[in-house]
């Protein structure tokens, strides 16, 4: 039999780490080595114990998720992080992914599908709650042209390009020599063209139709 997927538990709430923790106990493929109140002491686990998968609240004291991801990533880029969230923000999901992210899944998922998301991550799969992802798709496909990217410029193509990459506004300004402000408009072009309302929308959209 195989090693059991080794994983660890953060949330700055007690009573909803213990209630991860035991809704995942009866998995025996599964197995939490570890649990942590805050982003800080996730990455002191995390470098101890090498878990195969870490689940992570978005929204915690401190660091708060997406700072823990980016260093959870750079510390133990073998470890795979799961964001588990109640928020179900586009741009908080772009966000994760861009800070190493695999998986994002919305609180109130049931142990099995948790347990599911855990193996297919471990195994190298992305995964969106389906609630999210089907909003994010309904709002791409309503009502859109054949190539919806037809009317952007070259310019606007590119940046669309670094958006989907995870970069910030100042990253893409320092790779192509623009001003943040530059890229801030160039960025309101783009969603008004496309007809979207972020910019996760946006990049979701571009990969489409790639």
């Known amino acids: 039999m195989s090693e059991p997927i080794?994983?660890?538990v953060v949330d700055d709430h007690p009573l909803f780490r213990e209630g991860v923790i035991h809704s995942l106990a009866p998995e025996s493929d599964l197995a939490v080595v570890g649990q942590a109140a805050s982003g800080e002491e996730a990455l002191r686990l995390a470098r101890d114990l090498l878990p195969d998968?870490?689940?992570l609240d978005v929204t915690m004291p401190g660091w708060g998720g997406l700072l823990t991801a980016e260093k959870l990533a750079t510390a133990c880029p073998a470890t795979k992080v799961v964001m588990l969230t109640v928020v179900d923000d586009e741009d908080k999901l772009l966000a994760a992914f861009a800070a190493g992210a695999r998986?994002?899944?919305?609180?109130?998922?049931s142990a099995r599908e948790l347990a599911g998301v855990v193996r297919g991550v471990d195994r190298g799969e992305v995964y969106v709650s389906p609630s999210l992802a089907a909003g994010i798709l309904v709002a791409?496909?309503?009502g859109r042209p054949a190539d919806p990217l037809g009317e952007l410029t070259d310019k606007e193509r590119d940046i669309l390009k670094l958006v989907?990459?995870?970069?910030?506004?100042?990253?893409?300004?320092?790779?192509?020599h623009l001003s943040e402000k530059t890229?801030?408009?160039y960025i309101t072009n783009i969603l008004q063209k496309l007809q979207v309302r972020s910019r996760v929308q946006a990049a979701l959209l571009a990969a489409r139709h790639k």
């Open 140 to 142: 791409l496909t309503h």
């Open 183 to 185: 890229i801030k408009h």
């Open 103 to 109: 998986g994002y899944v919305l609180k109130g998922v």
């Open 53 to 55: 998968v870490v689940l």
């Open 6 to 8: 080794r994983i660890l």
């Open 164 to 176: 989907g990459e995870g970069l910030t506004n100042r990253e893409i300004g320092e790779r192509i």
